[in-house]
């Protein structure tokens, strides 16, 4: 199905690319490069300039670190929500798991919630069912916020991911939220070792089976690095790019990334392969 997202519709052939904006000063990858209101704002204008079609906000850092209270996660994360939309038509997301931070930002225009948290506070799809806003359910396996796996045990990865999100998905349905505005993620790394990570990747199929868009969050992760015996998140774009090739030929619609421009000719270059027409054809022909 075609995915709506505040004014844009995405095709259901269509993949977009989703850019990271922390507002963190703790960021695992850029250290809080874009901490600051005028370097946050500079970010989203270069990833809009560079092809992304959703711009995915982040007050608080996913791994373990300093306490962020829901106050300060809203101070960071609502303004830049307006000054984003007094100044793009671009999708705007935030990544929150608590309800009281999603009212906030719905209400300052955000179009997505990015519960990458695995419906940690159940409120939260009734925020964005009240807004009119899309809502990404993430498998997480019942990790807390802010937890690294230690020893996750699962009897089929892949069956429990697919379970999970089809049936958080029908309940964000079930309190008003639009069936196209629902996406689904595995949950790289949360709540997973990297061979669970693996799997989820290889498999992605039968997630994408479900209908649901499916978005994925591969940029520089740990179970890249460990993939390919890589230590610094910095040094993991190759492996993530690889990452971005087989996620998109198995289905993957989303791309939640740090390298916009990468991520975003990475994806052509599959959809060229996969449907056989260049964006340009000249060599041969002439």
């Known amino acids: 199905m075609p995915l709506r997202l505040g004014a844009r519709t995405f095709a259901d052939d269509e ?19 874009t901490f600051t209101d005028d370097a946050a704002l500079g970010a989203v204008d270069r990833a809009v300039d560079e092809g992304a079609g959703i711009v995915d906000i982040g007050g608080v850092k996913a791994g373990p670190g300093s306490h962020v209270d829901a106050d300060e996660e809203i101070r960071r994360t609502a303004s830049l929500v307006s000054a ?51 809502l990404v359910c993430t498998h997480t396996g019942g990790a807390a916020p802010r937890t690294r796996p230690h ?7 892949v069956d429990d991911l697919v379970a999970w999100c089809d049936a958080e998905a029908a309940r964000a349905v079930s309190l008003g939220v639009r069936r196209d505005a629902i996406l689904v993620d595995p949950g790289h790394d ?15 199929p039968e997630l994408v089976g479900t209908g649901w868009p499916v978005l994925v969050s591969l940029s520089r992760k740990d179970f890249v690095g460990e993939s390919i015996d890589v230590a610094e998140p910095a040094d993991r774009l190759v492996g993530t790019l690889a990452t971005t090739s087989v996620s998109a ?13 990468a991520t975003r000719q990475t994806l052509d270059m599959v959809r060229a392969i996969a449907t056989g027409e260049p964006r340009l054809a000249r060599r041969g022909l002439a």
Request: hydrophobic share 45%.
């Open 190 to 204: 949360f709540g997973k070792s990297t061979r669970h990570s693996l799997e989820a990747t290889r498999r992605l």
């Open 151 to 157: 020893r996750v045990e699962y009897d089929d990865v």
């Open 15 to 33: 993949t977009v690319v989703m850019a990271i904006v922390n507002r963190t000063p703790d960021s695992f990858f850029d250290k809080g490069a």
């Open 84 to 134: 984003v939309r007094a100044r793009h038509d671009v999708v705007i997301s935030v990544d929150t798991w608590r309800a009281e931070v999603a009212r906030v930002v719905c209400a300052e225009g955000a179009d997505l919630l990015n519960d990458a948290w695995g419906g940690h506070d159940p409120a939260l799809a009734e925020v964005a069912a009240e807004f009119g806003v899309g």
């Open 249 to 261: 030929w198995l289905g993957a619609r989303v791309f939640r990334a740090h390298d916009v421009l």
